[in-house]
């Protein structure tokens, strides 16, 4: 990954990655909706590319083997100290390690694991930290939150993988790293379980989300959700052209 993708603590959601079969449509749709410009990531990783908005990394997009039929989703890369130390504490903890730990190229070393329940996640360990955040903005992720049946269990996981501190209320774990909260796990319905299974959500930032789901549908995507007011901003769902859902969020400033 480039070095903009280092801008991260341990334990925070640093980048998104997207696995598909299509690049070049998936490509367009997301420029269309977010303004992104891309370029070929490192070899090593196989066909796949860097999104960038304004000079900096928000995502890379991977292309699929053709005889993989996986789901295709957006997959959160939280940050670690020790990839190797990490995904043991994956599987010592319930979890399973599917791909790595492996270097890629300079920029550090990655796994792609998943947890108890099913739902995967990315691990990266950046060859070097920054203590500069990148602001969110219109086109880069805003939040990460992950759908399963049962969040109190499911956030033990994670708690002790990356050492969170863990706020519980009602149906919602909040995770926090250095007082800050920076992902959640949430309860969802047997409906959506069935539909797509325990999985991370990303949310993207847009200035308008009417709008944004207008344009979304204009490109080949679809509307899942139809925007709503939360505490959190206004929020819809989509799906891009491959079927990948994300949130799109108007969040109050």
Not at 81 to 90: I, K, M, P
Request: some cysteine.
């Amino acid at each position: 990954m480039s070095e903009g993708a280092n801008l991260c603590a341990p334990g925070t959601p640093c980048w998104v990655s997207l696995m598909v079969h299509g690049l070049d449509r998936t490509e367009e749709f997301y420029r269309g909706l977010f303004g992104w410009d891309f370029e070929e990531g490192p070899r090593a990783l196989g066909a796949h590319r860097l999104a960038h908005l304004d000079g900096g990394q928000v995502a890379a997009i991977g292309a699929m083997a053709p005889e993989h039929r996986l789901p295709v989703a957006w997959t959160p890369y939280l940050a670690t100290d020790d990839a190797d130390a990490a995904t043991e504490q994956v599987r010592c903890c319930g979890g399973t390690v599917g791909v790595g730990p492996l270097d890629a190229d300079a920029a550090g070393r990655k796994a792609i694991c998943s947890d108890p329940a099913g739902a995967v996640f990315g691990l990266w360990q950046p060859r070097r930290h920054s203590p500069v955040e990148r602001p969110v903005r219109p086109g880069t992720p805003a939040w990460n939150d992950l759908l399963v049946a049962e969040p109190a269990l499911v956030a033990k996981f994670y708690e002790l993988v990356f050492g969170y501190d863990v706020r519980s209320e009602g149906d919602t774990a909040t995770l926090y790293v250095g007082g800050r909260p920076v992902a959640s796990v949430r309860a969802a319905d047997e409906e959506t379980l069935r539909e797509t299974g325990p999985r991370w959500t990303t949310h993207f930032e847009v200035a308008d989300v009417d709008a944004a789901v207008a344009r979304a549908v204009e490109l080949g995507g679809r509307q899942v959700r139809e925007p709503h007011e939360t505490a959190a901003g206004r929020l819809a769902e989509v799906a891009d052209v491959e079927g990948a859902r994300f949130m799109l969020v108007h969040s109050p400033r």
